[in-house]
């Protein structure tokens, strides 16, 4: 079945720039989505159709997407973006979804 | 304001039968379609599949196909997720999410969430 690996880990200090990245092969033709979890909270989408940033989320929250990779980026990541987050997207069938590995972000 | 609000907390035995529930309000429930997902303790998200609640098609992951049973009552804006046999892994929290609409077609991914239930199997 279809895959989205992501690091399990990344960590920045406050202000710095986190980057998390998300592999699939179906990416160059399907559309990459991004959530936050934060410890005992329902799923938050903060990037939807590679790049774009649904109302309330601050502009810090960036995302792009090249080839088979796809890449949140949090510009001047601050204490309350500590969360896990989860790529998201579709085989190349657009049939199945699939969320990612997951990454935990600390900022420390 | 729009909410998926679902049902609580259970507990149940191995080989029991179960079904929780995910309530629409706010929102025209038969235009947007609901997807369930799993996340066991401590482990990431997994998509298990969705219905359109206007005519009950579904779409399942093939990790869940067969396992369990998606459904929606649009008399009363209510999806559900069931087992007819539960199994001590079937332990771990089930999400219901709304796909949204976005340039008049269903959405890939999912904008509203509801709070979770959470399932817990043991003998």
């Known amino acids: 079945s279809y895959e989205l690996t992501q690091p399990p880990s990344v960590s920045v200090s406050p202000g710095q720039t986190a980057r998390i990245t998300c592999s699939g092969d179906a990416l160059p033709k399907k559309y990459a989505y991004w959530y936050q979890q934060k410890s005992g909270q329902a799923p938050v989408l903060v990037i939807y159709?590679?790049?774009k940033r649904p109302s309330g989320i601050p502009e810090r929250f960036s995302g792009s997407s090249s080839g088979t990779m796809a890449t949140l980026t949090i510009s001047g990541a601050q204490v309350e973006d500590e969360a896990d987050y989860y790529c998201y997207s579709t085989d190349s069938s657009g049939n199945h979804s699939v969320f990612g590995t997951g990454t935990k972000v600390t900022v420390l | 304001e729009v909410q998926l609000v679902q049902s609580g907390a259970e507990v149940k035995k191995p080989g029991e039968s179960l079904r929780i529930s995910c309530k629409g309000s706010?929102?025209?429930?038969?235009?947007?379609?609901i997807s369930w997902v799993r996340q066991m303790p401590g482990k990431g998200l997994e998509w298990m599949g969705r219905?359109?609640?206007?005519?009950?098609?579904?779409n399942y992951s093939p990790s869940f196909q067969g396992h369990v049973t998606i459904s929606a009552d649009k008399s009363i804006s209510t999806a559900y997720l069931q087992w007819s046999s539960l199994k001590a892994s079937d332990t771990a929290m089930y999400y219901c999410?709304?796909?949204?609409?976005?340039?008049?077609?269903?959405?890939?991914?999912?904008?509203?969430w509801g709070k979770g239930t959470t399932v817990t199997v043991s003998s």
């Open positions: 159709e590679d790049s």
């Open positions: 706010g929102y025209s429930f038969t235009s947007y379609w």
């Open positions: 219905i359109d609640p206007s005519d009950s098609y579904t």
């Open positions: 999410a709304r796909h949204p609409s976005r340039d008049g077609a269903v959405a890939v991914d999912m904008d509203v």
